[in-house]
């Protein structure tokens, strides 16, 4: 059944302003940008007092929907859920839209799957203005948004279909990450001696540059489209994998236009160069595929293994040093150049291959849980472009 769509500025305030008879001495709840989650949850709130923070944050209520409007955090999918904040009222960056249902018209949740959606996504980054690197979505953009309007008792209905559905793909998320947990620990048993919250201890020592060739994916990304070849970007390199979603693609005519610059190979290792700065996983097997901007990719020269080399790169005292050569205000970014003056230990190249070995073991035993991954994956998003 095909539902009357409507502006959003129809059945939601954009950026509600703090009431005037507010008591200021009353505590709100802060949410900075990086206390708001890619899947949507509030990870970390601060206790304030309202008159501290009224001047220079963003105001809104529980109730509401927040949504970052800047590059890359909108395409990434930072936004929070409704009624997750302890306090009635809240502050938060200046980076966030909010977005405040009329109750009588529009389900908050139902709401927030719409803007979480991939497809809105899609249109907001179509619609996004600004200088590189700081380019925004409008409120006019929002406000002028047209969205399904079932009747309300439908609305939470499909919201609460997509609840469990979202449920289901997180569990198994969460036993992939489970994995790459017992990975990285396996890794710090083998290789802890190296590295520690101090430094490095005795080791051969090498540059990034001497270990790895690279390719700079950093251009501009091609035109996306429906089918063709498949995009990875940024948001799609988690700390250790590669996540499926969200699905993007280039069209197929466009593809030996854009490898001039040359072909990732794989188990290629995926560096992020800005904005989740240092995410880094290993490249996946695919007859072709696209590698988008604020990407590069490094390629051993044969003194380390690809598996070594990706988990010393997420070591803390390792993310460290990439964070201080890191530059930027609003949106922290790593030159290749820098990147490249990082000097990592190098262990033994034969205990580098047990390692490598066991990580393979491990991720043999998780292919179950990642193809049963992206199934969900196929299945929440089918019942999100149905929705919407």
Known sequence: MSWPLVKLAEVATINPRLPKDVDEAQEVSFVAMASASEEGSLLAEESRVLAETRKGFTYFEK???????????????????????????????????????????LDSQYLFYMVWSDKFRWLGESSMSGAAGQKRVSADFLRGFEIPLPPLAEQKRIAAILDKADAIRRKR?????????????VFL??????????????A??????????YIDYRGKTPTKSESGIPLITAKNVKKGFVDVEPREYIPAENYEAWMTRGLPQENDILFTTEAPLGNVALLGKYEKVVVGQRLIALRSKGRVTHEFLM?????????????NRSSGSTVKGIRTKELYEIELPIPDIDRQVEFSNIYWKIKSLTQN????????????????????
């Open 189 to 202: 048993d083998m290789f802890g001696e190296y590295v520690t919250a101090d430094g490095y201890a005795e």
């Open 173 to 185: 998320q969460q036993a992939i990450q489970l994995a790459d947990e017992f990975l990285r620990a």
């Open 369 to 388: 849980e990642f193809i049963s991954s992206g199934w969900n994956e196929d299945v929440f998003n089918s019942l999100s472009q149905r929705a919407f």
């Open 311 to 323: 988990h010393l790169l997420l070591d803390p005292f390792v993310q460290g040093l990439i964070m």
């Open 63 to 105: 109730g509401d929907v927040l949504l970052a409007k800047i590059t890359p955090c909108f395409e990434n999918g930072k936004c929070l859920r409704p009624n997750q904040i302890r306090s009635q009222i809240g502050f938060g960056s200046t980076e966030f839209h909010v977005l405040r249902v009329d109750p009588e018209k």
């Open 204 to 213: 051969d020592k090498a540059k990034i540059r001497d270990l790895v060739d």
